[in-house]
């Protein structure tokens, strides 16, 4: 009776093995037979991870293009900038140099007052000069020299604007006179001398202008 339960319990027991490998056998088939189909479809195992990738791809170039809008945009910024810093550079430079200019003049005319009322005095002493004796005219003359010195140290020079075309920046008129040998239009006579400072008339010269006169029958 216990060899025949043994024999019973070895036979059901194989049998449990036969059917556990034959499900396991049908399975492998099953998965062998679907890897055979999708190969032969031409299907790639792996064909799920291409769309990833595409994504990816598609991520790097909208990246690029934004990379290359932001520097376009970038290099206007530049070039605006540099416009506008070399215009403020020169405008910079206009300023300085009419700064300097500006102070120039103030050196050189700073004493444009002080000249017309000195000239005043020169014309004082051409005056009298001419009324004194011989020997205190020589020494008013020596004086008047000296001024004369004085005024060319300091850039101030008397016109001499005699035979010269009228010229209203120079010259103020204050009566005609016949042409004569002269030319019509030329400063014929000077009345009161007119004077520089450093090439600008700081006193015009009073003069008379030679004009041309009508024959009379």
Request: charged share 25%; net charge neutral; aromatic share 6%.
């Amino acid at each position: 009776m216990a060899i025949r339960c043994f024999s019973v319990c070895k036979n059901l027991n194989v049998g449990r093995l036969q059917l556990f490998l034959s499900n396991d056998c049908s399975a492998l088939i099953g998965l062998y037979s679907t890897a055979a189909k999708q190969w032969g479809t031409g299907e790639d195992c792996h064909g799920d991870d291409d769309a990833p990738a595409e994504s990816d791809t598609s991520h790097d170039v909208t990246n690029v293009r934004l990379l290359e809008t932001r520097a376009s945009k970038l290099e206007d910024r530049v070039r605006e900038l540099t416009e506008r810093y070399k215009k403020a550079l020169a405008d910079s430079d206009n300023v300085r140099r009419r700064t300097q200019k500006f102070v120039q003049d103030a050196k050189l005319f700073g004493i444009q007052s002080f000249c017309r009322d000195l000239v005043e005095v020169a014309d004082l002493l051409e005056q009298t000069t001419g009324d004194l004796q011989e020997d205190e005219g020589q020494r008013l003359g020596q004086v008047q020299d000296r001024l004369h010195g004085v005024f060319t140290k300091h850039g101030l020079e008397k016109m001499s604007p005699v035979g010269a075309k009228y010229d209203p920046y120079q010259h103020q008129i204050v009566c005609h006179t016949p042409a004569g040998a002269g030319e019509p239009g030329t400063v014929a006579v000077v009345k009161q001398n007119g004077y520089k400072l450093h090439g600008r008339t700081i006193r015009h010269a009073l003069v008379g202008i030679a004009v041309m006169t009508q024959a009379r029958d």
